[in-house]
């Protein structure tokens, strides 16, 4: 009934079935009738099989097989499936830092910046730029170390273009003037000398290579500002037919240990982040990034590095290894945990 006493009126395209109606004598007596045309069908024994009690359970009768027929259903009963399914690996893949996990600087680096700064000024007085004055070099280089601490605190990467078209505005250059390709150019000639001072790490070849074997899929993912530098500084030491992905910052603008800079793989992989294992020499970026996304962290110990003392009582990895080769058991040893 409504509030006002009335009965309401059914809904004419509500499409929910009411009650069934009772069957009148005339539909009852057809429904019986199909019902005893059909039972007419029966054989005798299904008749009988109606009318009697449940027994106890009939045991089927033995079938004798051979041997070797026998042992064939034991090691596969289905013969007709492919291949046959094994049980997913805890780990599915790892991720790599680059520089003093899996490679290292063969100089200085402050020796290599100031050869870059030098050979970038070089260039910029050659094409027009008279005016920068000589020391501007230390400049580029200063520009560069602070966009790296600004990157670290916002955890987002500050590319080299930018760096170095912010301060060429502070001396007269502003960035809707400035040749695009020129600027390229001079970051491209600022990193050259850092692109090919790197090398692989005693046993890095062989332990990728084992990792590979066993089937891990392995990303490389690295905080630096120069995409077109990062890449080839992993042609120039051989490591890149070993990962499916090699993964600067400044491609994506994102910086360890934020976790925008691991999704994309992820996504790629199709895997959760406890899945991955994170291998890295630094407590504040990799270790850091992994114990937040969530996966399993290794810190690399071959080159320590001395920021890492201000904090190694605040971030604890899964695991320490003071040599690569060390990795393989270890990452073993995870994957076949129940």
């Not at 520009?143 to 001396?171: C, G, V, W, Y």
Request: glycine share 4%; with cysteine; proline share 9%.
């Amino acid at each position: 009934m409504s509030e006002q006493g009335e009965v309401p009126c059914p809904d004419p395209d509500d499409e929910t079935p009411g009650p069934m109606e009772p069957l009148t004598p005339e539909e009852m007596e057809a429904f019986l009738a199909r019902v005893r045309a059909r039972a007419a069908n029966f054989r005798p024994e299904d008749l009988e099989g109606l009318g009697r009690e449940p027994g106890p359970e009939e045991e089927m009768p033995e079938v004798a097989l051979a041997p070797h027929a026998l042992e064939r259903l034991q090691a596969n009963f289905f013969p007709e499936l492919p291949v046959r399914l094994r049980p997913r690996r805890l780990v599915q893949g790892i991720f790599f830092d680059f520089d003093h996990t899996l490679a290292r600087l063969k100089r200085p680096h402050a020796e290599l910046m100031e050869e870059g700064a030098r050979a970038a000024l070089a260039y910029m007085h050659a094409v027009g730029m008279a005016d920068l004055p000589e020391d501007f070099w230390e400049s580029i280089v200063e520009a560069r170390l602070f966009a790296q601490k600004k990157s670290d605190d916002e955890q987002e990467e500050h590319i080299a273009t930018d760096t170095l078209s912010f301060l060429l505005q502070f001396f007269g250059y502003p960035a809707s003037e400035m040749d695009p390709d020129v600027l390229e150019r001079a970051v491209d000639l600022f990193y050259a000398p850092e692109m090919v001072a790197w090398e692989p790490l005693p046993g890095a070849h062989q332990v990728l290579q084992e990792l590979v074997d066993q089937g891990y899929r392995l990303a490389l993912i690295a905080n630096f500002p120069h995409d077109r530098a990062f890449q080839r500084m992993v042609d120039y030491t051989g490591l890149r037919p070993y990962f499916d992905v090699c993964l600067s910052s400044a491609a994506v603008e994102w910086r360890k240990p934020a976790r925008d800079i691991y999704d994309p793989i992820l996504k790629r992989w199709d895997v959760e982040p406890y899945e991955v294992v994170c291998v890295g020499d630094s407590l504040q970026h990799d270790i850091a990034g992994g114990l937040e996304l969530g996966a399993r962290t290794v810190h690399c110990r071959m080159i320590p590095l001395a920021e890492d003392r201000r904090i190694v009582a605040r971030i604890r990895p899964d695991a320490v290894i003071h040599h690569l080769q060390e990795l393989p058991a270890l990452i073993q040893v995870w994957s076949e945990e129940p």
